[in-house]
């Protein structure tokens, strides 16, 4: 039985989409919401410099690929491990500065391609059933009236599930091996049928890996959990923080109600508050 590395570790992500243009092209093309007469038949990565650079606090568990079709169409795929409320942002961000950048100074606008922002997080960021979320540019009264240009795909990799999804065969495929295929397992046999994710899983075994990758993988891994961690106590501080204050609130409320018949001490000791407080509530009733 092999050992697969998770392929959402931006190492793995990276080694298995950034390198191998038909097995992005079959993943894209899979993913995103393009038309049949509008699928990816060929496509180049771009340059470096032409991808978004971030700071190195903003790194972690998040993967990059930009690439460009035969029709000059930019696509971006990123990878969110944990969930963070600027992500949004940051994808709308980065598409915007895609759709900018195609033109050099002087280059007519009629020139610009469509952008497409793939963003796949590996978490739970809204409450509802669905875990696919198609955003682009719409005439708010007459919906079928689009500007091109930008386009959002969003996917919350928890939510899905291979028996209820409503996705094409493909589709559903690549998010199964995004989702399953990790640690010691026997390969699913529909996995292992399409070629394209047989060889991605392929190069997702352990033993393609080197010892000093192996090393950055797990250091990645640790990360993940240890940034996961902070935000989860974060939100935990937040929540305790509000229901303190929430207590704090009523207490007063109580006070102002008792301002007309106790006087400050009784009104002190039944809720709890300084005297000093009770005061002030007495000194700001008119």
Same mark, same amino acid.
């Given at each position: 039985m092999?050992?697969?590395?998770?392929?959402?570790?931006?190492?793995?992500?990276?080694k298995i989409?950034?390198?191998?243009?038909?097995?992005?092209?079959?993943f894209l093309?899979?993913?995103?919401?393009?038309?049949d007469?509008?699928?990816?038949?060929?496509?180049?990565?771009l340059?470096?410099?032409?991808?978004p650079?971030?700071?190195p606090?903003?790194r972690?568990?998040i993967?990059?690929?930009?690439? &460009?079709?035969?029709?000059?169409?930019?696509?971006?795929?990123?990878?969110?491990?944990y969930? &963070?409320p600027?992500?949004?942002?940051r994808?709308?961000?980065?598409a915007?500065?895609a759709f900018?950048m195609?033109?050099?100074?002087?280059?007519?606008?009629?020139l610009?391609q469509?952008v497409?922002?793939?963003g796949i997080?590996?978490?739970?960021?809204?409450?509802s059933?669905?875990?696919?979320?198609h955003y682009k540019i719409?005439?708010?009264?007459?919906?079928?009236r689009t500007?091109?240009?930008?386009?959002?795909v969003?996917?919350?990799?928890?939510k899905f599930r291979a028996?209820t999804? &409503?996705?094409k065969?493909v589709?559903a495929?690549?998010?199964r091996?995004?989702n399953e295929?990790k640690?010691e397992?026997?390969?699913?046999a529909?996995l292992?049928?399409?070629?394209?994710?047989?060889?991605a899983?392929?190069?997702?075994r352990?033993?393609?890996f080197t010892r000093a990758?192996l090393?950055?993988y797990?250091?990645?891994m640790?990360?993940?959990?240890?940034?996961?961690s902070?935000v989860?106590?974060s939100i935990?501080?937040?929540i305790?923080?509000?229901?303190e204050?929430g207590?704090?609130?009523?207490?007063?409320?109580?006070?102002?109600?008792?301002?007309?018949v106790m006087d400050?001490? &009784?009104?002190?000791?039944?809720?709890g508050l300084?005297?000093e407080?009770v005061?002030?509530?007495r000194?700001?009733?008119?």
């Amino acid at each position: 039985m092999a050992r697969y590395l998770d392929p959402k570790n931006d190492l793995v992500f990276k080694k298995i989409f950034g390198g191998h243009p038909l097995l992005l092209m079959d993943f894209l093309n899979a993913l995103l919401p393009l038309p049949d007469d509008g699928l990816i038949v060929s496509l180049s990565y771009l340059p470096p410099e032409q991808i978004p650079v971030l700071p190195p606090e903003n790194r972690r568990g998040i993967v990059d690929v930009k690439c &460009t079709d035969q029709r000059g169409r930019v696509f971006i795929v990123e990878m969110q491990m944990y969930w &963070t409320p600027s992500f949004f942002n940051r994808m709308l961000f980065n598409a915007s500065q895609a759709f900018v950048m195609q033109l050099d100074p002087g280059e007519e606008y009629k020139l610009l391609q469509p952008v497409y922002a793939l963003g796949i997080i590996n978490a739970v960021f809204e409450q509802s059933d669905d875990w696919y979320h198609h955003y682009k540019i719409v005439n708010i009264e007459k919906s079928h009236r689009t500007i091109d240009g930008l386009q959002f795909v969003f996917i919350e990799l928890p939510k899905f599930r291979a028996e209820t999804a &409503t996705a094409k065969k493909v589709r559903a495929l690549w998010l199964r091996f995004l989702n399953e295929v990790k640690g010691e397992l026997e390969p699913p046999a529909e996995l292992l049928g399409h070629p394209p994710i047989h060889e991605a899983m392929t190069l997702s075994r352990e033993a393609a890996f080197t010892r000093a990758e192996l090393a950055a993988y797990q250091s990645v891994m640790m990360a993940i959990s240890n940034e996961k961690s902070i935000v989860t106590d974060s939100i935990e501080l937040g929540i305790e923080k509000g229901i303190e204050i929430g207590r704090q609130n009523e207490k007063l409320a109580i006070a102002k109600n008792l301002l007309a018949v106790m006087d400050n001490a &009784t009104i002190a000791n039944l809720t709890g508050l300084p005297p000093e407080t009770v005061q002030k509530l007495r000194g700001n009733v008119v």
